[in-house]
């Protein structure tokens, strides 16, 4: 950073040189706790959003295979931290058949138990907030294997209030995916249930409900996808009411066009200056 400046400033061509670099030879993160927890520091803030430049498909395959050889250091929560943050950065760079695999150690962490999926004895995460997020952003699993995780988040919601929970659901229940395909999208009738909830909450506590709920509920014109009129106009008055950001309420009434913001806060963090996104080629 002294020699480059801050890190959100690297363009693609620096950001993609410096991830070839430090991914060279990507067992030496195992030297050390920090070699390991700076390893995946840079990692994910290089390959952002994981797909975008010339060879990110391989940069990204390379880096589906070392989340299944988890850390060298799973005692340190810090590493767990900058594990999951990774991941989730780069979730558009990974293919289903990744996904699904993540997700599959996941889950048994997340579900409830008495859902009774098994948990792998040697994946023993902490910093389970970020776990959620990576989860939350990993949008091509299935439909049906998304909405299972929003239901799972849900109860979590029945303990008290939980932004982060209603965050993680609202990327869940988003009527428009950040990189995946339509058919990945929760149904309309699911994310409905989900609002319902949401509109029932005290958003006084919920910093997140009105990006939850106008993810959920934004018009994309696609009667498929899209949330009945009726629950639409419910979430409009309420993020009215809530004084909300023209920006959440605006796509309720409008098909707004993706912007360069939009992509922002998808991602919830800037993209590598002089990367032109399309649709991510991993299907």
């Given at each position: 950073?002294?020699?480059?400046?801050?890190?959100?400033?690297?363009?693609?061509?620096?950001?993609?040189?410096?991830?070839?670099?430090?991914?060279?030879?990507?067992?030496?993160?195992?030297?050390?706790?920090?070699?390991?927890?700076?390893?995946?520091?840079?990692?994910?803030?290089?390959?952002?959003?994981?797909?975008?430049?010339?060879?990110?498909?391989?940069?990204?395959?390379l880096m589906g295979k070392l989340f299944l050889e988890r850390l060298?250091?799973?005692?340190?929560?810090?590493?767990?931290?900058?594990?999951?943050?990774?991941?989730?950065?780069?979730?558009?760079?990974?293919?289903?058949?990744?996904?699904?695999?993540?997700?599959?150690?996941?889950?048994?962490?997340?579900?409830?138990?008495?859902?009774?999926?098994?948990?792998?004895?040697?994946?023993?995460?902490?910093?389970?907030?970020?776990?959620?997020?990576?989860?939350?952003?990993?949008?091509?699993?299935?439909?049906?294997?998304?909405?299972?995780?929003?239901?799972?988040?849900?109860?979590?919601?029945?303990?008290?209030?939980?932004?982060?929970?209603?965050?993680?659901?609202?990327?869940?229940?988003?009527?428009?995916?950040?990189?995946?395909?339509?058919?990945?999208?929760?149904?309309?009738?699911?994310?409905?249930?989900?609002?319902?909830?949401?509109?029932?909450?005290?958003?006084?506590?919920?910093?997140?409900?009105?990006?939850?709920?106008?993810?959920?509920?934004?018009?994309?014109?696609?009667?498929?996808?899209?949330?009945?009129?009726?629950?639409?106009?419910?979430?409009?008055?309420?993020?009215?009411?809530?004084?909300?950001?023209?920006?959440?309420?605006?796509?309720?009434?409008?098909?707004?066009?993706?912007?360069?913001e939009d992509r922002t806060e998808f991602y919830g963090e800037s993209?590598?200056?002089?990367?032109?996104?399309?649709?991510?080629?991993?299907?």
């Amino acid at each position: 950073e002294r020699l480059l400046g801050e890190r959100s400033r690297w363009d693609a061509v620096t950001s993609r040189a410096l991830f070839d670099a430090v991914s060279r030879v990507p067992g030496s993160r195992r030297r050390t706790v920090d070699h390991e927890r700076v390893f995946f520091a840079l990692a994910g803030t290089c390959l952002r959003p994981g797909y975008g430049a010339p060879g990110d498909e391989a940069r990204s395959a390379l880096m589906g295979k070392l989340f299944l050889e988890r850390l060298g250091f799973p005692e340190e929560t810090r590493g767990w931290q900058q594990f999951f943050v990774a991941y989730r950065r780069i979730a558009g760079g990974l293919d289903e058949a990744t996904q699904k695999a993540i997700r599959d150690l996941c889950d048994g962490v997340v579900a409830p138990k008495e859902k009774k999926i098994a948990r792998n004895k040697k994946f023993q995460p902490r910093a389970e907030g970020e776990l959620i997020e990576l989860c939350a952003a990993l949008e091509r699993v299935p439909a049906m294997r998304r909405a299972d995780l929003g239901e799972w988040l849900l109860e979590r919601t029945w303990l008290g209030p939980s932004p982060g929970i209603w965050a993680s659901i609202g990327r869940v229940g988003a009527r428009l995916p950040a990189y995946a395909s339509a058919h990945h999208v929760v149904s309309p009738e699911i994310a409905e249930r989900w609002l319902g909830h949401l509109l029932a909450a005290n958003w006084s506590s919920l910093s997140t409900a009105p990006l939850a709920a106008s993810r959920m509920a934004r018009l994309t014109g696609d009667r498929a996808r899209d949330v009945s009129e009726r629950v639409r106009q419910l979430v409009r008055t309420k993020l009215v009411e809530a004084r909300a950001q023209d920006n959440l309420v605006r796509p309720l009434t409008e098909i707004v066009i993706v912007t360069e913001e939009d992509r922002t806060e998808f991602y919830g963090e800037s993209l590598p200056i002089g990367l032109a996104l399309a649709v991510a080629s991993p299907s």
